[in-house]
């Protein structure tokens, strides 16, 4: 069948066939490999995808349900270059370690500061509550959505390069 | 620098380390930096094995036992081999013609990669398909045909030896029982000797379940086989990539130098993906008969069901003390279930992993293990989950018999502790079954996690509560792990020497590269290596490239695992850039026309001393290095060195656990409210890492104390087999985790640097479940098993407690 969506802003016309999960399609069809393939039960987040502005675990959802949709995936969290205030606050707040979840964390972090632009730490949890992690126990996470916060609804940020200071 | 937001005001949850060197804000070689891994991880431009797409390249899937343990009587491919999108169909015994079907395991047994006379276990790999998409690969599976003689399966461990039991591994020869090893350590009759003269002995029978890695990315490898070269490129999962193609060079025949793996981004491994599995082996056999790249990745219930299981230890502990809570001794008997094959990664001489800690961080007299390991109709695996070498295991065992006897006898657990710590001055300290603690200051350190907790006002809120009936409970942990193995003299992996390599080159503008034998799996390393090489090279870490994780191009060295990347690479690293450093000296003696005895190195240059003017940069060297000016009598140019490190001992890391948890009487659940973890990993490089790798470990701990557990029913179906069945805790059942440290160096690393990958895996465990028997004793309870569900706590508080299957 022919499938007919807007990723990330560009649309996109691919044949497919019917069963094609969409993490499958975004990755496997479009290329689009920051959106991750965990578990097949929707319990572990790391698939987690925008669909009409809508946070979405693209394990459990045909391509072809996406279709005449608004897909946004990871890849278009930064813009012109820019990071999103998201990305920016878990390189600062160390949210990620290996960085396989960290894709869908980042996804509802951005729709949760969306909707909530300055959520308590157990807003922040229950947000991401549907995801797993297995390397940071979360609170490093919530920092990082934390941070985001701080910077403003929206607004990206500057990427600062920063990383050290001078040999010692 | 940028300090991280705290996300809380609580000034309990403030760090306080004043006595100790605090280096969050000391600009780098050690202090807090950025990650560099980072940038492409959060524009989802990682690397993952599922990401490699390669032209031509084909799926592979894997046919899985349905059942725990049966003949194979027939298997019936002609419809699958029939389907237009497949392009292959292999099974046992096709392998076994070509010599493929059993493999090494890291323990000296064999695994089957393909079954061909027996099913061993529920989901063990029996045949596979090559098709043209994953889709189709796995549509075929359903069409072959697979008959099965049920035999009875050997389940529950405490049976596996009954004469009545069926023989699992009769594919070995002479083999007539389900008995795997025997092993102990320690002095039986001297520990018995202490027992007869304690004035107090508590036991206790602990379980520490099957439990089960679960990374986030599950194992995958895409194989590419190059007829004309006659070369394998081996994209996997990998935190071992040279061991492994070593490995595949003994297994498949393959020259070692036509091997190349390839590890690129590793979406967590936490032990799991240490062993060489099946799906490997049958992506690589699928390249070389098919001439073209063959892709295989593991689905969550695959992952589950055969992939490296942990734990799985039934432990019978006893702990002798005076009446004034003098700890004397401690013995323990264990009963291993190592699944279907061995295939646990320990040092070869070590059959129970590093299970010889058991002894703590207690001065005793006497200690005495015995570990029976038995097979039985489950996945294989056995060291993996951050356990350490099975330190994990040992560790549970004596913090759960430390805080079982503070509460036979009435005396506070960090009381009881604070009296039998090893004291600082007994360092190096060898304890009763022959490991040497290289360092600690194990009082400061329990005293700081006492500190940041509050641990008085927490006991007097404890007994306010207790008056109301409320059930509130406090557990503590300490615990001293083992690590960095190991020296080459007494451990190897299949007669691998435990060192590893490091190369540094410094190129002509003073940028450099550094070449690691070890592998992260989110742990850091081109950030904290690229951080220990500036320290000692006055290079700034972002001009420090770490390459790492494909065999091509690094140094030989076993991998990461068992938190050995600091203690050993860590070490390699610190000492290859002396090696290059000393090289400098040199040159820049020459440059200067100075003696090298004259010259003093300070922050990246060498200047003469007492005349810091007259000085040359590590830069300048490296230009002269390079360049077409003299150097000294005798010596090649460039900047460059590589060394091989054999570490001299283990380093000890340590720590202090506190968990504050309240227990819904009603329900049986349990809430941790508050967790303190104070560590000691020796020498800090990079704080906001290890900040992480502690918070890691400890959702760990909270997942194995609370919810995880790998159970099978009587016939050996496996019930934890999908994340539906299989919990893992979410940010809703973590609290926000406190930390702090202390800093006791390993007098024998480079930098001092003891490792800290798995010591809150390791440490707090017991810390949850003390917590909770702390909570219950009023009701008479004195021990529960992991995973504490409110189920089972419910059952404990009605005084039916239930070990787990």
Redesign the interface.
């Given at each position: 069948m022919q499938v007919t969506m807007t990723v990330n802003g560009t649309e996109v016309t691919e044949d497919i066939?019917p069963?094609?999960l969409l993490v499958?399609f975004l990755?496997?069809t479009l290329?689009?490999?920051?959106?991750?393939?965990?578990?097949?039960?929707s319990?572990?987040g790391?698939c987690v995808v925008w669909v009409d502005e809508q946070p979405v675990k693209s394990c459990t959802m045909l391509a072809a349900m996406a279709g005449g949709k608004a897909v946004r995936?990871?890849?278009d969290?930064?813009r012109d270059g820019v990071?999103d205030s998201v990305?920016?606050g878990?390189?600062?707040?160390?949210g990620?370690?290996?960085?396989?979840?960290?894709?869908g964390m980042?996804m509802t972090g951005r729709w949760l500061l969306d909707h909530n632009p300055d959520p308590t730490?157990q807003e922040?949890?229950?947000a991401?509550?549907?995801?797993?992690?297995?390397?940071?126990?979360?609170?490093?996470?919530?920092?990082s959505i934390?941070?985001a916060a701080?910077q403003g609804q929206g607004s990206p940020v500057t990427h600062?390069t920063?990383?050290?200071?001078?040999?010692? | 620098?940028?300090a991280?937001?705290e996300?809380?005001t609580r000034p309990d949850r403030q760090r306080r380390q004043t006595e100790f060197e605090d280096n969050d804000q000391?600009?780098?070689?050690h202090?807090r930096?950025?990650?560099?891994?980072?940038?492409r991880?959060?524009?989802?431009?990682?690397?993952?094995v599922?990401?490699v797409?390669l032209p031509g390249m084909l799926h592979l899937a894997i046919l899985r036992s349905p059942v725990a343990h049966a003949r194979i009587v027939s298997i019936d491919t002609s419809a699958a081999q029939a389907h237009p999108k497949v392009k292959l169909v292999v099974t046992g015994e096709m392998l076994a013609e070509k010599g493929l079907a059993w493999m090494p395991t890291l323990s000296n047994d064999v695994q089957a990669v393909l079954a061909t006379d027996k099913v061993r276990f529920q989901g063990q790999e029996v045949a596979f398909v090559v098709a043209e998409d994953?889709?189709s690969a796995r549509d075929a599976l359903e069409l072959i045909d697979v008959e099965y003689d049920e035999l009875p399966a050997v389940v529950d461990a405490r049976r596996a030896l009954d004469p009545s039991m069926p023989v699992i591994r009769d594919d070995l020869e002479g083999r007539t029982d389900n008995h795997l090893f025997d092993w102990e350590t320690g002095d039986a009759e001297a520990t018995e000797a202490v027992f007869a003269r304690a004035d107090v002995v508590v036991t206790e029978d602990i379980v520490y379940p099957r439990v089960h890695p679960?990374?986030?990315?599950?194992a995958a490898a895409v194989a590419d086989y190059d007829r004309v070269d006659g070369k394998l490129t081996l994209w996997s999962t990998s935190q071992a990539p040279h061991a492994h193609r070593t490995l595949y060079a003994i297994v498949a025949g393959l020259p070692e130098h036509k091997i190349r793996v390839i590890a690129p981004?590793?979406?967590?491994g936490?032990g799991g993906k240490v062993p060489i599995y099946p799906g490997y082996v049958c992506a690589i056999v699928a390249s070389l008969l098919l001439g073209v790249p063959v892709k295989w990745?593991e689905?969550?219930?695959e992952n589950l069901t055969s992939g490296s299981f942990a734990r799985d230890y039934i432990m019978r502990g006893e702990i002798a003390a005076t009446k004034e809570g003098k700890i004397l001794a401690i013995r323990t008997h264990v009963l291993a279930d190592h699944g279907a094959f061995n295939g646990q990664a320990s040092p070869s001489k070590y059959p129970a992993g590093f299970f010889g800690v058991f002894t703590g961080s207690y001065d005793i007299e006497a200690a005495y293990a015995k570990v029976t390991a038995v097979y039985t109709n489950k996945a294989p695996g056995g060291v993996a989950y951050a356990c350490s070498f099975r330190i994990t295991e040992a560790v549970h065992l004596v913090e759960r018999l430390v805080t079982s006897l503070a509460l036979e006898m009435g005396i506070d657990q960090a009381e009881l502790r604070l009296r039998n710590l090893i004291k600082p001055e007994q360092f190096p300290y060898e304890t009763k079954t022959g490991w040497v603690y290289d360092s600690g200051n194990y009082e400061a350190t329990l005293r700081e996690s006492m500190r940041i907790a509050g641990y008085e006002e927490l006991l007097a809120e404890r007994e306010e509560k207790r008056a109301r009936g409320e059930l509130m409970g406090i557990g503590v942990s300490f615990f001293t792990e083992a690590v960095g193995a190991g020296p080459r003299k007494n451990m190897d992996i299949l007669g691998l020497g435990m060192a590893d390599g490091c190369e540094l080159r410094i190129h002509p503008t003073g940028k450099a590269v550094v070449r690691l034998s070890v592998k992260t799996?989110?742990?850091?390393h081109e950030t904290t290596f690229a951080?220990i090489v500036?320290?000692e090279i006055?290079?700034?870490?972002?001009d420090i490239d770490v390459v790492h994780g494909d065999t091509d191009n690094t140094p030989f060295g076993l991998g990461t695992y068992g938190s050995r990347s600091t203690p050993v690479s860590g070490a390699a690293a610190a000492l290859v850039a002396r090696k290059v450093r000393d090289k400098a000296q040199l040159i820049a003696s020459s440059m200067l026309e100075v003696s090298v005895a004259d010259l003093e190195w300070t922050?990246?240059s060498f200047h003469v001393k007492g005349d810091p003017s007259a000085a040359v940069t590590i830069q300048d060297i490296a230009m002269r290095a390079h360049g077409a000016g003299d150097l000294p009598d005798g010596m090649e140019g460039g900047l460059e060195a590589q060394i091989c490190y054999n570490p001299e001992n283990l380093t000890y890391p340590n720590g202090a656990y506190i968990c504050v948890v309240d227990v819904d009487r009603g329900t049986g659940e349990v809430k941790v409210r508050r967790f303190i973890a104070v560590d000691d990993c020796g020498t800090r490089i990079n704080p906001?890492?290890i900040?992480?790798q502690v918070?890691?470990?400890?959702?760990?701990g909270l997942g194995m104390a609370l919810m995880e557990i790998i159970e099978f029913d009587e016939s050996g179906n496996c019930l934890g087999g999908?994340?539906?069945d299989y919990l893992?805790p979410?940010?809703?059942e973590?609290p926000?985790?406190e930390t702090g440290f202390t800093v006791t160096p390993s007098p024998h690393h480079p930098i001092g640097a003891k490792g800290v990958g798995e010591s809150a895996t390791v440490g707090s465990p017991p810390a949850f479940v003390n917590a909770v028997v702390d909570a219950l004793h009023p009701l008479g309870i004195r021990n529960i098993d992991m995973p504490m569900t409110p189920s089972r706590v419910w059952d404990a508080i009605q005084g039916h407690p239930r070990p787990p299957v």
């Open positions: 066939e069963r094609t499958h990755r496997d290329g689009l490999t920051g959106t991750h393939w965990g578990c097949d039960t319990n572990c790391v995936t990871v890849e969290l930064e990071l990305q920016q878990f390189m600062e707040c160390h990620l370690q290996c960085g396989y979840c960290t894709p980042m730490e922040i949890r229950e991401i509550s549907g995801q797993i992690c297995r390397c940071t126990g979360y609170s490093t996470i919530v920092r934390r941070w701080t600062t920063e990383t050290a200071g001078t040999p010692s | 620098m940028t991280t937001p996300t809380t000391k600009p780098v070689g202090g930096m950025l990650r560099k891994e980072d940038p991880l959060v524009r989802g431009r990682g690397r993952f599922d990401d797409q994953r889709y679960a990374p986030m990315e599950t981004d590793i979406g967590g936490f990745a689905d969550r219930t799996q989110g742990q850091g951080q500036a320290e006055g290079i700034p870490p972002e922050k990246g906001m890492i900040e992480g918070h890691g470990g400890l959702v760990d999908s994340f539906m893992i979410t940010a809703l973590c926000d985790w």
